[in-house]
């Protein structure tokens, strides 16, 4: 692991300057309902609870990175989204000096807020994190056969754009792993609800979810009591955030992952979680590739 940090730097840095509320260039504190103009409208102010039982998860996720660095080394490696759930795993990965990778992917299609964390995680950390991008080629072949946002058209046509964006360079990023590390939560969705802490992947690999037992609230206690380094997006309404094309606010009581290529009817998956993504079709039920293109806010200019 390079760069390691101690205990005692990360304190230090808990109490740093990083502690201001991160604004977003896209405007400031949302006006969603919930949110507070006088600056409490921020993730961390709306979200972050110390709840019931919530020590015990802490350990119990420290215990599974643990255990994951003893069985596999230099095997084990976290796929980071740079989401917030991931940062957490970042920041314990490098509190508790654990010998484990990091690698992201960059679809090319990726917030600049989002890749910005990169840069953020070494000079907070001292960690290096490897980025896997698609094979230009392949990309250039695929927007030129489809156009640059083939998404909207159909689901198959967006599960063909993640091919090529996520799953090939993934494949790689995994490539001679024993082990990969994810920011997977039962709450984040149905599909997501029997996530386990640790998991084959079917792919010969060990799949590892340190904060499957983890409330929304204790993501955000966690990055409130560390001063752990997060995406601004998420002050947008955005808690889960993808490719830019295929991300949007959410609405108070969408579902979590409602902002995620919200134009189909599907289980909103990619296909990087294969283990957890949507069930079969039966024959005969309705098509998903009969998607409907985004729409618009008439009001605000943003995705409805």
């Given at each position: ?18 502690a ?28 972050a ?7 015990e ?14 069985d ?55 960690l ?33 754009c ?99 290529w ?43």
């Open positions: 692991m390079s760069g390691d940090v101690s205990s005692l730097d990360l304190a230090s840095r808990d109490r740093s300057t990083d201001s509320p991160e604004v977003s260039p896209l405007g400031g504190v949302s006006a969603l309902p919930g949110a507070d103009a006088g600056g409490h409208g921020s993730a961390i102010g709306l979200y609870r110390a709840t019931p039982g919530f020590d998860r802490l350990a119990r996720t420290v215990e599974v990175l643990k255990q994951a660095a003893a596999f080394g230099p095997g084990a490696l976290q796929s980071t989204s740079l989401g917030v759930e991931d940062m957490v795993i970042t920041d314990l990965i490098a509190r508790h000096g654990l010998p484990i990778a990091l690698a992201t992917l960059d679809t090319g299609k990726l917030h600049a807020e989002t890749l910005a964390l990169v840069p953020r995680i070494k000079a907070r950390y001292g290096d994190v490897e980025v896997f991008a698609p094979v230009a080629e392949q990309v250039v072949h695929f927007v030129r056969a489809n156009g640059e946002e083939p998404m909207y058209r159909s689901v198959e046509l967006r599960k063909a993640c091919a090529v964006r996520k799953l090939e360079p993934l494949a790689r990023m995994l490539a001679g792993r024993g082990a990969w590390i994810t920011g997977l939560r039962r709450e984040q969705s149905a599909n997501r609800a029997d996530v386990p802490l640790r998991e084959d992947d079917g792919q010969g690999r060990t799949k590892i979810n340190p904060l499957a037992e983890w409330s929304w609230a204790d993501v955000w206690h966690y990055v409130q009591q560390h001063v752990v380094p997060y995406n601004p997006l998420h002050d947008q309404f955005m808690p889960s955030i993808g490719c830019a094309p295929c991300t949007r606010a959410i609405a108070v009581g969408e579902d979590f992952r409602a902002g995620r919200w134009w189909e009817q599907s289980a909103k998956e990619c296909g990087l979680h294969a283990t957890h993504a949507e069930p079969r079709v039966e024959p005969g039920a309705e098509s998903e590739s009969q998607a409907s293109p985004p729409t618009f806010n008439a009001q605000s200019g943003a995705p409805a």
